[in-house]
């Protein structure tokens, strides 16, 4: 039997570029898989038909003031009356090392199960570190684009399995309960 086909879709936001290169090698993690359509998209450009087509979301933006970003929020403001029943989800954020930094990912986590997502891996963070010394920007820490395509493959792995369980045992029909 072949492997079930499958769509995904990397929602991401990022203001100095590490969050979307964490998106992009977990993209890259979920493509090299197999046979899974995958999509990355920056959070301000998502629209509804891309959630509905996609059995896996992931959404990851950075950490800013504690909490997801202002696009990040604002995704979810527009789409928090959807119900995505039967969909997988994974949240990731990135933010800089230290132990006062906070958790976009917490939050968009909690924000996908509202959304009735079923969580498939814990949480992930990409930490970023200065480079260059006092003076220089902030870039992933060494390893992580690695780390989130051993995800990326690990999210496909999931996904493949529930989509196997669907199609063995798939959901009961809604029965009429309208009683008169």
Do not use: C, Q
């Amino acid at each position: 039997m072949a492997e079930p086909h499958a769509t995904a879709v990397v929602i991401f936001d990022t203001r100095w570029g590490n969050t979307a290169h964490a998106a992009e090698a977990l993209a890259d993690g979920l493509k090299r898989a197999g046979n899974i359509d995958v999509s990355t998209v920056f959070a301000p450009e998502v629209t509804p038909d891309l959630l509905e087509s996609a059995d896996l979301v992931v959404i990851g933006g950075p950490t800013e003031y504690f909490r997801a970003s202002a696009h990040i929020r604002e995704l979810f403001s527009r789409i928090g009356g959807y119900d995505l029943r039967g969909k997988l989800g994974f949240a990731f954020d990135t933010h800089a090392a230290g132990p006062l930094t906070g958790s976009a990912a917490r939050t968009i986590e909690r924000d996908l199960r509202a959304l009735h997502l079923t969580i498939v891996e814990p949480r992930a963070t990409a930490v970023t570190v200065r480079e260059g010394g006092a003076a220089g920007a902030f870039g992933l820490a060494p390893g992580t684009a690695d780390r989130f395509r051993a995800l990326g493959a690990a999210l496909a792995k999931d996904l493949v399995a529930a989509l196997a369980e669907r199609r063995a045992h798939p959901p009961a029909e809604p029965t009429d309960t309208n009683w008169t």
